[in-house]
């Protein structure tokens, strides 16, 4: 039987790269969305190809409880990839209470209700991965990206503790640091700021979500069997 992965932020250009390639791999996948059913019907569609099971389930994360409908639609489960999320651009004193809190939900409180509530069925197997996608600015922060350098760094933290929680029941737990990727993320900055931020990166290029994929696959993988608790930065050289 093959293995199920749940990946949340499934319709986003990284969450679909990730779905592609672990589709292509032999994973069954269960899709997290919210609303863009229009991709989410290409990625299906693109997906099929592949002959495994793949189910959609929508929830809005940024909501507290949304997580339940999540967690009430898994059944068999052998990993978590957890991809949710937006970027808030601008000064923290000018954010609201309101988009401080989805922030919150979405990145944070939603990763650790979701993992909370799967667990036993990856204990039950003594085996499972989970892994977070990150951010750059978790590890270092960004100036204009205060909250959201302070979410994504909290999941940084999230996983490195539950690392050391449950590695011995065989759940290794990882996450992946993407830098500048070349994604609608990138929309808020005009031409010049990416030229300007390309040259900035020692690899002189934005980086791509397939790259990023590619490091999740390798973490879900035997090929990672012996990490855990690890942070895996993925920037071209533009911050060690």
Known sequence: MGKHILITGATGEIGASVAK??????????????????????LLNDLSQYGQEYIPIKAD???RDAYRHVTSSIFALDGIVYASGVSVYG???????????????????????????LLPKLT?????????????????GASMEVAYSTVKGAQIAFIKALSKEMARNGIRVNAVAPGAID??????????????MTEEIPMGRLGSAAEVAESVLFLL????????????????????
Do not use: C
Request: charged share 20%.
């Open 21 to 42: 390639l672990l589709a292509s791999k032999g994973y069954s996948l269960y899709l997290h969305y919210h609303k863009n059913e229009e991709s989410l019907r290409t």
């Open 61 to 63: 994360l940024s909501k």
């Open 91 to 117: 000064m923290l004193a000018d954010l609201q209470d309101e988009t401080l809190d989805q922030l919150w939900n979405l990145h944070v409180a939603s990763l650790i209700s979701i993992t909370r509530e």
């Open 124 to 140: 039950q197997k003594q085996a499972g991965s989970i892994i977070a996608v990150s951010s750059i600015w978790g590890q270092v």
């Open 183 to 196: 994604t609608k993320m990138l929309s808020m900055f005009t031409a010049e700021e990416k030229e300007w």
């Open 221 to 240: 993988s035997d090929s990672s069997s012996y990490m855990t608790g690890q942070v895996l930065s993925l920037n071209g050289g533009w911050h060690m």
